[in-house]
């Protein structure tokens, strides 16, 4: 029997819980898809010694919103906050699955190096070698569009390193980031494992999976923020979506014909298809909370505000530089560092197409690092003072 750990409460502010859990889970996540695309045990234990240390922020959340709510008022105006909570706790499990799937040696088929190839955020392993130029540089310095998740430096690891950490001959990097600057970093495109006829749909609905779950993740924070009604339905119809998409590539993975010597690799596959739903599921239970019609508690919007992913919005002026391009030629990520999630023109919500045009007036929802949100707000709005968060 497994003696749990006593925990003892500490006052720690509900806000300042919440925004380590967003983080936390966040970066679990791709840490967990990193551990499984370059098959790394020391990576996949660092995902579960983080799901213990979310395990045990998520109680002394739940001990201080227990010791917060003094009546009915209090206790519905903490409902949201307590179901944020018990998602990001679940999307921190999802993750911990996927790093049981390494742990395990149940295998994971090369389909998973295909389909990672193609979905919108890449990762890459990069080896710092002799002669680099990254070699002696911060990793701030990498103005490529990427974020080193973790460095590997011996047998140490550094998870979620400072920008200020200086980079190493012999380090290896776990970087993710859009294509174009996961390439610069890696001065190569990586092999392709070729794919036979009868495995593109696998990758197709694996790709389609975990870029659905991870947009109704991003959809159903900016719900919260924005506290818009119309963004939580479109969470609740991608959940639906993802249903029938998750039953199809279950269906077509068993029927592909695989080899009895490949049926672990094969249950890796369906192991991770059963993860992005779960995160979907997180995500709608999210969202749920502003389809409750209860205004959400002010300290959700600033948690999601104040995390290290956030998720932000500009409306399109006759000045910006990305007016009349298209979302693929404006490069917005590249640029800003900020993916675009949704965009709002009139009453209608646009899901966003590399080839969609960006029109005067459109309100563009994005969503990554904190840090990019002045130059999105800069670049979209074409105002370059520093009251932009003031007048828009």
């Known amino acids: 029997m497994v003696e749990l750990e006593r925990i003892e409460y500490r006052p720690i502010s509900v806000r300042d819980l919440l925004i380590e859990m967003k983080n936390l889970s966040e970066l679990m996540l791709d840490l967990a898809y990193s551990a499984a695309l370059f098959n790394s045990h020391e990576l996949a234990e660092e995902v579960l010694a983080l799901e213990r240390h979310i395990d045990l922020l998520a109680y002394h959340l739940n001990m201080n919103m227990m010791m917060a709510a003094r009546d009915v008022e209090d206790a519905e105006a903490l409902l ?3 179901r944020v909570s018990s998602s990001t706790d679940k999307i921190s499990d999802a993750a911990a699955d996927i790093a049981t799937i390494v742990l395990r ?101 694996l790709v389609k999976l975990k870029d659905t779950s991870e947009l109704m993740l991003d959809l159903a924070y900016s719900s919260i923020l924005l506290n818009s009604r119309e963004l939580a339905d479109e969470v609740q119809a991608l959940e639906e979506y993802m249903d029938n998409l998750h039953t199809e590539f279950e269906l077509r993975t068993l029927s592909s014909g695989f080899k009895p010597e490949e049926s672990k690799d094969f249950l890796g596959l369906i192991r991770l298809g059963v993860v992005t739903e779960e995160i979907a599921d997180a ?18 919007k600033m948690a999601i505000k104040e995390a290290e992913e ?63 949100e002045k130059d999105f707000k800069r670049l979209i ?12």
Do not use: C
């Not at 460095?151 to 859009?178: F, K, M, Q, T």
């Not at 995500?283 to 959700?300: D, S």
């Not at 009139?346 to 990019?372: C, F, H, M, Q, V």
């Not at 074409?382 to 003031?390: P, T, Y």
């Open 105 to 205: 040696g149940i295998g994971i088929h090369p389909i998973v190096r295909e389909a990672f190839e193609r979905v919108e955020e890449h990762l890459a392993r990069v080896e710092v070698n002799p002669g680099s130029p990254l070699a002696g540089k911060n990793l701030r310095d990498l103005e490529m569009g990427v974020d080193v998740i973790a460095l590997r430096r011996g047998r140490r690891w550094i998870i979620d390193p400072d920008e200020e950490e200086v980079i190493h001959v012999g380090d290896v990097l776990i970087a993710r980031g859009a294509e174009s600057g996961i390439e610069e970093l890696r001065g190569l495109r990586a092999e392709h494992y070729e794919i036979q006829k009868r495995f593109e749909g696998i990758v197709e609905d």
């Open 381 to 392: 709005s074409g105002k370059e003072d520093e009251n932009l968060e003031e007048r828009d």
């Open 310 to 372: 956030t998720v932000t919005s500009a409306r399109v002026s006759e000045d910006s530089p990305v007016r009349g391009k298209t979302l693929r030629d404006a490069k917005i990520p590249d640029e800003t560092g900020m993916w675009i999630l949704v965009i709002k023109r009139g009453d209608r919500w646009i899901r966003p197409r590399p080839n969609a045009r960006i029109k005067t007036g459109d309100i563009l929802i994005a969503s990554g690092y904190a840090e990019g």
């Open 283 to 300: 995500a709608a239970e999210i969202a749920e909370t502003v389809l409750r019609e209860v205004e959400p508690h002010p300290i959700l």
């Open 80 to 82: 949201g906050v307590s």
